[in-house]
């Protein structure tokens, strides 16, 4: 069965960075869309950015941008969210999702809704 596994949350210090993985597996790749969120409990989830695996189009929340970098491993099915210049409004419970049926379209347009979701990984900056 499809798993999505988060590591790499933490806590750091305003200012500073962390990065998050996904690694995916019990699914063939090809054209997957990924997708980092965050949600602060009693609020609502919010897409931080997404790639579509093939050709490596990406979408980065008007929050985020300039701040948080994609990155990828095809072949190892992994996803990064490198997280720089945290806040403390970043933090959150960050999850990663992915849906092999997204076009690149809904991927990347800011309203994507994954199909497989992660256990979440926590970011706390102070």
């Known amino acids: 069965h499809v798993q999505l596994v988060e590591s790499g949350g933490g806590s750091v210090k305003a200012g500073g960075s962390l990065k998050l993985s996904c690694k995916v597996s019990?699914?063939?790749?090809?054209?997957?869309?990924m997708a980092w969120f965050r949600q602060v409990e009693g609020k609502e989830r919010e897409e931080v950015a997404s790639i579509y695996v093939r050709g490596g189009h990406t979408y980065y929340a008007d929050s985020v941008k300039g701040r948080f970098t994609l990155a990828q491993d095809y072949k190892k099915k992994i996803v990064w969210l490198q997280m720089s210049s945290l806040r403390p409004e970043d933090t959150a419970m960050y999850y990663c999702?992915?849906?092999?049926?997204?076009?690149?379209?809904?991927?990347?347009?800011?309203?994507?809704?994954?199909?497989?979701w992660g256990q979440g990984t926590q970011v706390t900056v102070s």
């Open positions: 019990g699914t063939t790749y090809s054209s997957y869309c």
């Open positions: 999702a992915g849906d092999p049926a997204a076009s690149i379209k809904s991927c990347t347009g800011g309203s994507f809704s994954g199909r497989y």
